[in-house]
């Protein structure tokens, strides 16, 4: 492929293996096999002989992931889950790992109640806190996991000076980037070991396919994730492979348009009567809009706002009209979320409250609808409370 190409909307076209080298065909076709036929007794002369070690459509998309992340080695299983427990498990028995308190719900449980068991320490931190972290650094730390904005309060955590601390204590850094995508924020860019993504979220972007991306510029780490994929065996589908390259095409459009209303229902919110709270890394009031702006581009599509009752939530979400009222994020419809009993049911309600996570907490994230629609929508409901 041409050397002028730097934008990464043209490499999202581009750059990848976006043509299918046998026929032509200006979509990668669904290689919807499981085995291929061998020429002769010798597994290792051929590209592919079995599904589960490698699709070309799959493959087609973990190369993608590589353009999109600025990565050595991409790799795709069957959910963002799957990817975060696989960079969880490079961890050993006897290791001891440091995850920030607000953490996405799934991350927690796998550290809280799985991983403890395969005899891995694990720490919840307060990431806010610079001081309590490094003290809690010990010999055997060797992993620090960061997710930055976090769900559903969007705080942010430094992502430099975390890599600066966990270098100087030879410590792995692995980031889920899932809010902000590597169109906006490339974690290993910054100095991050390992990235990981759920894709089922924007980079997918149409809330049809579970699915999740993994990436290093190791090749140490790589080879671990190819064995884990390989043998774990959370792949990815070849129809889920096939939907992802189609909706990354336009990745750069649709997050164009879901920052800008995000943009102007923040700032919409932000002056409601009605609102007691909006959180969003992209206003100029949010307390860490600096650190956020250092690492990332944009302050993405998804926010959170409180109203000043709980009691008016119900009423809220029966009158709205446009926004699905669903789990999940990233869609190209607007979705909203109650994170109280939804993603964060999981929580008792002291560890929710100790996280900020109140029952009058909303969490928007903005679709590509036209953005009047959007506010009007918004008004209206308010005005029902
Ligand atoms: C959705 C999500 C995940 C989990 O991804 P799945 O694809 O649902 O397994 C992890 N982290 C964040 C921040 C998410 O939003």
């Known amino acids: 492929m041409s050397k002028n190409i730097k934008g990464i909307n043209t490499k999202m076209l581009h750059s990848y293996p976006v043509i299918d080298s046998y026929t032509g065909a200006a979509s990668i076709p669904k290689y919807q096999t499981s085995t291929y036929d061998q020429k002769n007794l010798y597994t290792d002369s051929q590209k592919y002989n079995y599904t589960r070690f490698k699709n070309p459509t799959v493959d087609a998309l973990q190369r993608a992931v590589e353009i999109l992340e600025g990565a050595e080695y991409g790799f795709v299983f069957s959910s963002g889950m799957a990817v975060i427990s696989m960079a969880l498990m490079l961890l050993k028995k006897g290791e001891h790992v440091i995850i920030p308190k607000e953490v996405y719900g799934g991350t927690y449980q796998m550290a809280n109640e799985i991983i403890v068991d395969y005899g891995i320490e694990v720490s919840f931190v307060d990431y806010g806190n610079m001081q309590e972290l490094e003290k809690t650094i010990k010999e055997n730390t060797k992993m620090l996991y960061i997710e930055t904005p976090s769900n559903p309060l969007l705080k942010i955590s430094d992502i430099k000076s975390l890599v600066s601390l966990a270098k100087k204590n030879n410590i792995l850094t692995v980031v889920d980037n899932t809010f902000m995508t590597p169109l906006y924020q490339k974690p290993l860019e910054l100095g991050c070991d390992i990235v990981v993504e759920s ?173 009047e629609d959007l506010i009007e929508d918004l008004e209206r409901a308010l005005s029902f409370i």
Not at 317 to 326: L, R, V, Y
Request: with cysteine.
């Open 199 to 371: 894709m089922t979220k924007f980079i997918n972007g149409h809330s049809d396919v579970v699915a999740g991306s993994i990436a290093t510029n190791s090749a140490e780490i790589a080879d671990k994730i190819y064995l884990y994929q390989k043998n774990f065996g959370g792949i990815l589908g070849v129809e889920d492979a096939w939907l992802i390259l189609r909706g990354m095409k336009t990745l750069g459009l649709r997050m164009q348009k879901s920052v800008k209303n995000a943009e102007l229902i923040a700032e919409f919110l932000s002056k409601h009567p009605k609102i007691k709270n909006v959180y969003y890394p992209g206003l100029k009031s949010h307390k860490n809009y600096d650190i956020h702006f250092s690492q990332a581009t944009s302050g993405g599509a998804i926010l959170s706002f409180e109203l000043f009752s709980k009691d008016d939530i119900e009423k809220f979400i029966e009158k709205i009209e446009i926004p699905i009222f669903a789990v999940s994020l990233g869609g190209v419809e607007s979705i909203i979320s109650h994170p109280a009993t939804m993603s964060h049911a999981s929580l008792s309600e002291e560890e929710r409250l100790e996280q900020g996570v109140a029952r009058n907490l909303l969490r928007f994230s903005c679709g590509i609808e036209d953005a």
